[in-house]
């Protein structure tokens, strides 16, 4: 990882990378943020690509006339280092059980890239907005890439077991946050469950037991 | 795709390729089979990598200790086709648009390998089981691949869009089924839509009207 960040300084945009992937719609990621303690903290960010003026097109994707922003929620360590140093790095990761723990526990590395990254982007983020739903506070961020690179390229799968991980992760973060109806969101983790012991693989059965452990499921 | 069978003939394992991808648990995929019309129907279909001796191990990957199977529901097509020719081509797309119009509709094309797919595989079948569930008669597959070429690499992206558009396509499918609950089915189809108006691109959205178009949803 030649030219990565060490972490002693606050990033500026100097440079002019571009993303690794299309971006469309929200994308599901990993974002790793340098922690106060030296280490690196693994959380999931969706990315939003969005027309970057009003009136210019409805196409979501990351070509000139889009820009990347994404949402953290709550006084999270994201949040908090993206506030302290300015940047993170971006990974594109279809690792279920690396997305989970990084979704629903701490997980911190000693490295800003997880083993598991097809591809890495190191950004700056910036502030462009602030508001709190049903109690709690949100801050958007506007996302720049600095610095990336491909690891892997493959031929995309589908596997409906990788899905219900993704579907139970979002429905097992939201047990304990008011303004969710706890009996849906339990109906869907069991049906979620049905679907990896169905179509899972290893992984998947492994993520499960992940987002058990990480829950109040 | 030079050396691809023009139809002319029942196919029969003249060949040892390797499946392109890595195959675990049930991968969905999309297989062309040549009809008595001359055309090439496109259908969903889930290829279940299975150890190829029971009790030689529980890891399901496609290594040399494992089978690809899929299984058919009722008269379909692709059963039709199958016993017909005694091949096909699985095919691995992330179009959205594609799934839904294979797995929902008749979808029938000149050629047997879609513009989106990112990798074929010509597959010689060979009917290894059969059975019925609920009044429907299954019957199950070996595939074997024949020959098959990688058209595209890039880094898989999660979108939780295109997720819900795979569970809207199979709560969809089962709307007229006996056997499923049909509110069930309904309260997870107006989800799916709802994940789809939040994560999704445009081609998500063009993919729930045709789930919508093609159902009785």
Do not use: C
Not at 19 to 46: I, M
Not at 64 to 77: D, L, P, Q
Not at 93 to 117: C, G, K, Q, W
């Amino acid at each position: 990882m030649s030219g990565a960040n060490d972490g002693d300084g606050v990033d500026t945009f100097d440079g002019n990378a571009a993303w690794p992937v299309t971006l469309e719609g929200v994308t599901e990621t990993v974002v790793t943020t340098l922690g106060p303690n030296g280490r690196w903290n693994a959380a999931a960010l969706g990315l939003f690509a969005e027309p970057a003026e009003q009136g210019q097109g409805t196409t979501k994707t990351n070509d000139a006339e889009t820009r990347t922003s994404a949402r953290t929620w709550g006084n999270t360590r994201t949040r908090r280092n993206f506030h302290r140093r300015g940047s993170g790095y971006v990974q594109f990761t279809r690792n279920p059980v690396d997305f989970v723990d990084a979704a629903l526990s701490i997980y911190e590395l000693e490295e800003p890239v997880l083993e598991s990254a097809d591809a890495w982007v190191r950004v700056s983020v910036e502030r462009i907005d602030s508001g709190s739903e049903n109690g709690t506070r949100w801050e958007d961020w506007q996302l720049r890439p600095l610095e990336s690179a491909v690891e892997t390229e493959t031929v995309p799968t589908i596997n409906r077991g990788f899905g219900a991980i993704v579907e139970a992760t979002v429905a097992a973060s939201r047990l304990e946050v008011d303004g969710y109806d706890e009996p849906v969101l339990r109906d869907r983790l069991e049906y979620y469950a049905s679907v990896v012991d169905r179509a899972g693989s290893d992984r998947e059965q492994e993520a499960l037991s992940r987002v058990r452990e990480h829950s109040e499921w």
